[in-house]
């Protein structure tokens, strides 16, 4: 049982290492304590901008939802219902969103702003406040971009609201130095102004780059990976990766088929004090999905024939495995590690699943699960029930069932935009019945009061 247990801990700090360029923890519970945070950021850094993709994604629907009801299951049956009320650009952009209790009192709001090139450029929250009886501004977040890659923030700096003005909070930014052909030759992170990390990118006569430094800092720059014998599929030169998703390039344009990277002890710094040495190789499909392999050794443990794949969804989904084996001579074993996203047309998440299976046993993170019902008419969501995974009492050594979930949230969609923030129409089919802004069915409108008619607003005369 030992022996099971600290190959848990190293397959667990393997996985690390491979996901955050030779992170290894100390203990099992540093191990499972990073383990999530590692995962999530190999899925990012090998998918092609998820939350990105996401978004157009659920902004390119035709109609997008303006009025919602959510409910919270509390004590085995659903609460009261609180109203979301979405406003939208002309261009399908979620410009507003605010959110009103049972007793129709507004509690949140978040107001979004847009570049030119359809990036966000700032969002600002604000909640409501008992004592002044009123919302009050909360926190804002501001974003730049760069001006070659336009979608690639370079700053992004959040502020907190303390009743007389604007706090700075934290800040993430990154310098980027490109060469005469254009292509990134540095990208320097930052965190809070402090420079934290960066990669440094050496290009050879076909001006692809052939070698990737990596460093971090620590009490000066110490050497942390090292990236050579690349084979690209194809390269830009445009190799940016996003400060919390620092890792392999298989996306963007930038596409790695084969590569050695090695893994430094960043307290030394010491090129001769190598960690890890690992060998990744990629094929791909036309849709950005991809099968690879992982061979080398970590930390003294052979860990060849390990093997990552991941499957590109529609709607801005995907499903990632990860299988880390183990050979230490006299025994060999393997963890597996699986994430997925699945959206319908709507971007409801029908799929959130974040799980670590060694031994037959399972490790859920998390595990959510979505249903959602269409209406008859126009085939637009009605309702959609979110459930998760009741990790207390779920067997760890069974695979889930149904019977492994509860209820979590409702949404019942009453209303949906159709251009920008002026117009919205009902899936209901309630013919002339007439409803005022929250929902209630009226007989008549008084003069100048705002009603729902078809779906469409007007106002009374």
């Known amino acids: 049982m030992k022996m099971k247990s600290t190959l848990r ?30 995962v999530r950021t190999f899925s990012q850094m090998l998918t092609q901008h998820r939350q990105e ?30 109203v979301i009320m979405r406003d939208y650009t002309p261009e399908g952009r979620l410009s507003r969103e605010s959110e009103a ?19 966000i450029k700032a969002e600002e929250e604000s909640l409501w406040n008992d004592s002044r009886q009123m919302l009050m501004p909360a926190i804002r977040t501001r974003y730049e ?29 990154c310098r980027v130095t490109r060469n005469g052909q254009g292509n990134v030759t540095e990208v320097v992170y930052s965190e809070d102004g402090e420079e934290s990390e960066k990669l440094t990118m050496e290009y050879g006569a076909d001006g692809k780059a052939n070698r990737i430094t990596g460093y971090e800092y620590v009490d000066g720059w110490k050497l942390a990976s090292r990236y050579y014998d690349i084979t690209w599929k194809e390269t830009n030169g445009q190799l940016l990766i996003p400060y919390d998703e620092l890792g392999l390039f298989v996306r963007d344009g930038n596409l790695i088929e084969k590569c050695t990277i090695e893994t430094f002890d ?11 040495k690992l060998i990744f190789a990629f094929e791909y499909t036309d849709n950005g999905s991809y099968n690879g392999t992982i061979n ?39 963890l597996e590690m699986r994430l997925k996203t699945e959206y319908d047309a709507w971007h409801n998440c029908l799929t ?6 060694m031994d037959g046993y399972y490790d859920y993170e998390v595990y959510k699960k979505g249903a959602v019902t269409y209406s008859s008419q126009a085939g637009l969501p009605e309702t959609y029930v979110v459930k998760e995974l009741d990790y207390d009492s779920y067997d760890d050594e069974e695979p889930v069932t149904d019977a492994d979930f509860v209820n979590l949230e409702k949404y019942e969609f009453q209303e949906y ?22 929902g209630r069915r009226i007989a008549s409108p008084n003069a100048g009061q705002p009603y729902i008619k078809n779906g469409r607003k007007y106002i009374g005369k």
């Open 352 to 357: 959130d699943m974040d799980y670590m299976m």
């Open 53 to 82: 993709k996401n978004r157009r994604a659920a902004s390119s629907a035709k109609t997008l939802p303006g009025r919602i009801l959510k409910y919270d299951w509390q004590n085995g049956s659903w609460g009261p219902a609180t």
């Open 9 to 38: 801990m190293m397959l667990t700090g393997v996985c690390c290492a491979i996901c955050c360029n030779g992170m290894m923890s100390a203990t099992t519970a540093d191990a499972q304590a990073v383990r999530s945070d590692a």
């Open 145 to 173: 971009y760069d001006t070659v890659v336009k979608d690639f923030c370079i700053k992004k700096v959040t502020e907190t609201y303390n009743g007389a003005g604007w706090v700075a909070g934290t800040s993430e930014g």
């Open 296 to 334: 080398g050794m970590l930390e003294g443990m052979n860990i060849n024939g390990s093997s990552i794949s991941n499957m590109v969804l529609e709607n801005g989904g995907m499903d990632m495995k990860i299988i880390v084996k183990a050979n230490m001579g006299f025994i060999v074993d393997s």
């Open 266 to 276: 960043t307290d030394s710094g010491a090129a001769d004090e190598s960690m890890s």
């Open 101 to 119: 209790d049972a007793a129709g009192t507004v509690i949140r709001e978040t107001v979004y702003t847009y570049d030119t090139d359809g990036n």
């Open 417 to 438: 935009a159709t251009s920008g923030m002026t117009e919205v129409m009902s899936d209901r089919g309630d013919n002339d019945v007439l409803y005022d802004l929250s």
